[in-house]
Each structure stands twice: as structure tokens, then as C-alpha cells.
């Protein structure tokens, strides 16, 4: 008979809710699920504010989003699970930068919480109330959550980097307009 304790029972509560949250998040941008707009929706939405194509970016949030989260809920893959879920939410905080930091004025208080608990999770593991725990940890290796988390953030760093350029070249592309007027 196996003993949990309660650090397992809280890592259970954790993986479930953030992995129950993104999961849904990112249903409403894959299938329109729960009030969300679909991809058709979701990429015109990504492309007006700078992620292009935006029906890639929105299919890249999506199962960024609904998988990590999943896998998160299961405690399955969970360096991987985590880093893609936190590298989800790092985009959409870039997004709500400008609005400050809490969420009732848009800013990016949500997406911050949601990212770093995922990124915790990859961090800490599943505990033993998991799937990865059942499975021997075969995909929860301990050189997994550097190598999970580093891919992650480069390519999180090249997303955002390429929004915040297009923007800028779009500011600069409307002065220019004004100036020739």
C-alpha cells in the first residue's frame, strides 16, 4: 500500500487547477469551446495584435495551452508539459505589458500567475499522484526540465521578438504616412 503525503495531494490540486485552466483556454482558442472565437476567430485576433500568421500563432497557443495543460492535469510529461504551457502564458503576458499588472485593467497579473505555476510544476514535478510517477518517470527525467524550459524560452524570446518588431515597423510605417500627408 502506497502512502501519499500531502505534498503530493497539494501538487495534485496545483497540476489540476492551472492544468484544468489552460486546458479550457486553450479549447477556446483550438474549437470555440466555452465562449472562446475558434482558430478562425483566434488568429484574426493574433494577427491584429501583431502575432502573424495569426492562425498559426492562435494553433500554437492552442495546443501549447490545451496540451500542456492536459498533460499538466495528468501529471504526464510534466517538464515538457510545463515549459510549453508557461512559454503559452509568457506570450500572452507580453501582450497585457502595457496595460500594467493587474487583470481587472487588462494587464498581465493572469497570464504571469498561470505561466509560473506551469513552469513550477516542470520545475518541481508531479509527485507521486501522477502519471509519470505510474510510468517510472520515463518522460520526467531531471536533464529533461533545463533542456524543456531552454527550447521553450528561446523560442518564446523569437515569438515575441517578431511581434514586437512588426509593431514597431507598423508605427513607423504610419508616421511615415502622417509625414508624407
Same mark, same amino acid.
Given at each position: 500500500?502506497?502512502?501519499?503525503?500531502?505534498?503530493?495531494?497539494?501538487?495534485?490540486?496545483?497540476?489540476?487547477?492551472?492544468?484544468?485552466?489552460?486546458?479550457?483556454?486553450?479549447?477556446?482558442?483550438?474549437?470555440?469551446?466555452?465562449?472562446?472565437?475558434?482558430?478562425?476567430?483566434?488568429?484574426?485576433?493574433?494577427?491584429?495584435?501583431?502575432?502573424?500568421? !495569426?492562425?498559426?500563432? $492562435?494553433?500554437?497557443? &492552442?495546443? @501549447?495551452? +490545451? %496540451?500542456?495543460? /492536459?498533460?499538466?492535469?495528468?501529471? *504526464?510529461?510534466?517538464?515538457?508539459?510545463?515549459?510549453?504551457?508557461?512559454?503559452?502564458?509568457?506570450?500572452?503576458?507580453?501582450?497585457?505589458?502595457?496595460?500594467?499588472?493587474?487583470?481587472?485593467?487588462? !494587464?498581465?497579473?493572469? $497570464?504571469?500567475?498561470? &505561466?509560473? @505555476?506551469? +513552469? %513550477?510544476?516542470? /520545475?518541481?514535478?508531479?509527485?507521486? *499522484?501522477?502519471?509519470?510517477?505510474?510510468?517510472?518517470?520515463?518522460?520526467?527525467?531531471?536533464?529533461?526540465?533545463?533542456?524543456?524550459?531552454?527550447?521553450?524560452?528561446?523560442?518564446?524570446?523569437?515569438?515575441?521578438?517578431?511581434?514586437?518588431?512588426?509593431?514597431?515597423?507598423?508605427?513607423?510605417?504610419?508616421?511615415?504616412?502622417?509625414?508624407?500627408?
Amino acid at each position: 500500500m502506497t502512502c501519499y503525503d500531502r505534498r503530493d495531494v497539494g501538487l495534485l490540486l496545483l497540476r489540476l487547477s492551472t492544468g484544468g485552466v489552460l486546458a479550457a483556454h486553450g479549447a477556446q482558442k483550438l474549437f470555440g469551446w466555452f465562449g472562446g472565437h475558434g482558430l478562425v476567430g483566434t488568429g484574426q485576433f493574433m494577427e491584429s495584435v501583431g502575432f502573424a500568421p !495569426g492562425k498559426a500563432s $492562435a494553433t500554437a497557443a &492552442g495546443v @501549447a495551452e +490545451a %496540451g500542456g495543460g /492536459v498533460l499538466l492535469a495528468l501529471g *504526464l510529461a510534466t517538464p515538457v508539459a510545463g515549459a510549453s504551457a508557461a512559454g503559452a502564458m509568457a506570450g500572452a503576458a507580453a501582450l497585457h505589458v502595457p496595460n500594467g499588472f493587474f487583470a481587472q485593467e487588462g !494587464g498581465y497579473e493572469y $497570464a504571469a500567475s498561470l &505561466g509560473l @505555476a506551469a +513552469a %513550477g510544476l516542470a /520545475v518541481t514535478g508531479p509527485g507521486r *499522484l501522477s502519471l509519470d510517477h505510474l510510468l517510472g518517470h520515463v518522460f520526467d527525467r531531471n536533464w529533461m526540465v533545463p533542456a524543456a524550459l531552454g527550447v521553450t524560452a528561446a523560442a518564446t524570446a523569437l515569438v515575441i521578438g517578431a511581434r514586437n518588431r512588426r509593431l514597431r515597423e507598423t508605427v513607423i510605417t504610419e508616421q511615415e504616412v502622417l509625414f508624407e500627408e
